[in-house]
């Protein structure tokens, strides 16, 4: 097998190496465990200087609060870029962005991403993200 060409001979016939796109390199993506229970601006990924964070990956979950069956969630940076208007999720309900190797939300330069919750209740999971 001649792997500079991609062909080579199997039993008398050529055989083709294909190029296989792999799954995004996770290993390269920072993860960050998400943990608050306030209401307003929650920055959730602080700035890098002279930098944007790419968020690659997702998984929230609405933990509630006594006497509070949703709240109404806005995705957004520390600058001017909302990225989702407000979606509400009830107490329980679960946000996952699987990661296919594009970001999802990529904030300004020098900009923090920011969870805005409506309400006052438990928000926890995880955020796998890039700073370049």
């Not at 799954?23 to 890098?48: K, M, Q, R, Y």
């Not at 806005?74 to 909302?82: M, P």
């Amino acid at each position: 097998m001649d792997i500079s060409t991609g062909q080579g001979a199997v039993d008398g016939g050529t055989q083709r190496i294909l190029s296989v796109t792999s799954s995004p390199v996770i290993a390269t993506w920072t993860e960050l465990l998400v943990s608050f229970s306030t209401s307003g601006d929650n920055v959730v990924i602080p700035h890098v200087t002279g930098k944007t964070i790419k968020v690659m990956r997702m998984f929230l979950v609405n933990n509630g609060a006594v006497g509070i069956t949703s709240t109404a969630l806005t995705f957004k940076d520390s600058s001017a870029n909302i990225f989702t208007g407000a979606f509400s999720l009830v107490t329980t309900g679960v946000i996952t962005h699987k990661g296919d190797g594009e970001p999802y939300y990529v904030t300004g330069t020098s900009a923090d991403f920011v969870i805005n919750s409506s309400q006052a209740v438990s928000i926890a999971g995880a955020i796998w993200y890039e700073a370049s």
